[in-house]
């Protein structure tokens, strides 16, 4: 079930950033040299808190009373971004992270919005097509000085 985020739930978003993200932070050779908060593992309370003051749109996904995803957006004019869609490591491959992109373009069609657009690590294949599996396209390609990856951004027009 996919329910709001409430302010006092976001370490618990925090954990589920860190622990599925870690993954990919430590395959990609993130650090906090080259990647701010390397990838969003290290991402302190602090500015998780500024971003839902600020009206990210966040939602869990709770599975046997337990959250075990998060979803984070926001409303950019005509499209929503997706900042996060994490799982945790021991639920992923279970529909979970479909549900909540299901969710996502549910939100962004309620409200009018021609596009989803995210970004995320191109150099990560897998993620990369169940993405596009789902309708996302590559439209840009972003190489930073600092990192040994490629930043895609991916959209998925409505």
Not at 78 to 90: C, G, K, S, T
Request: hydrophobic share 35%; glycine share 6%; aromatic share 12%.
């Amino acid at each position: 079930m996919i329910k709001p985020i409430r302010r006092e739930q976001l370490p618990i978003c925090l954990e589920i950033l860190k622990r599925s993200y870690e993954k990919t932070a430590t395959t990609f050779g993130m650090t906090e040299e080259n990647c701010p908060y390397r990838g969003r593992t290290r991402l302190p309370l602090g500015v998780m808190e500024k971003e839902f003051d600020d009206g990210y749109f966040m939602y869990g996904y709770v599975h046997d009373d337990q959250m075990v995803g998060f979803l984070s957006m926001q409303k950019k004019e005509n499209e929503w971004d997706i900042q996060d869609l994490a799982v945790l490591p021991e639920y992923q491959d279970r529909g979970y992270g479909n549900e909540l992109l299901l969710f996502a373009k549910e939100v962004a069609a309620k409200s009018n919005c021609r596009k989803i657009s995210l970004g995320m690590v191109h150099d990560n294949i897998p993620l990369r097509k169940w993405y596009q599996n789902r309708g996302f396209e590559v439209v840009k390609l972003i190489n930073f000085e600092k990192v040994s990856y490629t930043v895609g951004i991916m959209e998925l027009s409505l």
